[in-house]
């Protein structure tokens, strides 16, 4: 096999592996999301503990957390290789770009995955990390008291900004991912594409326009 061919065949598989990693990150998201709006519950935060303190404490998920955080770095590296590569193969811009090129989206997920990695990493140290025992948490809160621990941080409006541009890029970032991991798996064809649009549009407001409820409804209601 020559060298361009192993480099095509890295390719396709980098961009597999990052697709079936991200599909599995889209299935926890919509867990993540069920779990973080029973914060919104009027029972004093029973709810959101008694779901909170089962995935902290369930050995089943314990170990699904490591699969998890496989799955975020496979990810993320192979969307930067991925990302590097396809550079690197094009190093003179297209006079005629497609439309996939010259969508905002499409051009511009590396950027906004970035974004969200920061985020992410920001919100772990908030909450996994405190958990795990890696970082102190703030006076007065238990180290596995994530319902005071939210109420907390969201009474802080600069926080929530934050929490809401965050999901704000993570919503634009998976309305194009789950199209492309969709595509790259093989699931193109004409029959499917418009209603893989339509999923993955109502996926990303969803998932976003939920997490993002959450902070303003302690701006406004709290």
Known sequence: ??????????????KVIMALAGLFLVVFLLVHLGI?????????GRAFTGAATFMAT?????????????????????????????????????QHKSESETSPLSRYM???GI??????????????????GL??????????????????LFSDKGYSVVYLIGFLFLGFHLNHAV?????????NHSKYTAGIKVFSMLYAIIVAGGFMTIPLWFIFFR
Request: aromatic share 12%.
């Open 1 to 14: 096999m020559n060298r361009s061919k192993r480099r095509a065949l890295a390719s396709i598989t980098g």
């Open 36 to 44: 973080n709006l029973l914060l919104l519950a009027d029972d004093g």
């Open 58 to 94: 369930n050995p089943v998920i314990r170990l699904f957390e490591v699969v998890l955080f496989g799955g975020f770095l496979i990810h993320m590296m192979f969307g930067v290789g991925v990302s590097i590569r396809n550079r690197r193969s094009r190093p003179v811009r297209y």
């Open 110 to 112: 590396l950027h906004s």
């Open 115 to 132: 974004i969200v990695f920061i985020f992410l990493a920001l919100h772990f140290i908030d909450f996994y990390f405190i958990k795990v």
């Open 135 to 152: 970082v102190a948490p703030p006076a007065g809160i238990e180290r596995h008291d994530f319902y005071h621990r939210s109420l907390l």
């Open 179 to 187: 199209q492309a991991a969709f595509q790259t798996i093989g699931m």
